[in-house]
């Protein structure tokens, strides 16, 4: 039997908050970051905020296609992968940049194409994290996270009713 999921609304401004700590912690490990990497298209809105925040200028993207329903995570598949001028090296000196690491697949995925890149997220859970060198919060493995882009403004029903028999 699996644990009833649990909900982890997260707003814009906690979002930004999460996401200028992210930056703040990255800020001490190197001296300077040659690119970013994000992984879209979660990894779009932290990596904004992130190379804002340390002056980096590159920006690239690698695609990969994960959450296909928002329920269950799908087949993966590299959607575009990443410049190959970025991969010299193995990606060191490069950001990889994400909101979420869940089940670590995706992270595998690009860990593998730039095994010398810093990955950062900006939430982590038990089975991803060890594929993430830096992160802000750790959430249990059965919560959702329901990211500022994914929500609208609805009612929302009390904990207590979602226990009621």
Known sequence: MSLPEKA???SWDQ???DARALAWRLSGVNGQWKAIVCITRGGLVPAAIISR?????LIE????ASYHDYVSQGQLKVLKDVN????EDDGEGTLIIDDLTDTGKTAAI??????KAHFATVYAKPKGRPLVDTFVTEVSQDTWIYFPWDLGFTYQKPIAEDHAG
């Open 8 to 10: 982890f609304p997260v």
């Open 15 to 17: 979002f930004h908050r």
């Open 53 to 57: 925040e340390l002056g980096i200028r």
């Open 61 to 64: 993207t690698v695609c990969v």
């Open 84 to 87: 190959p001028a970025l991969l």
């Open 110 to 115: 690009v860990r593998a194409m730039m095994p």
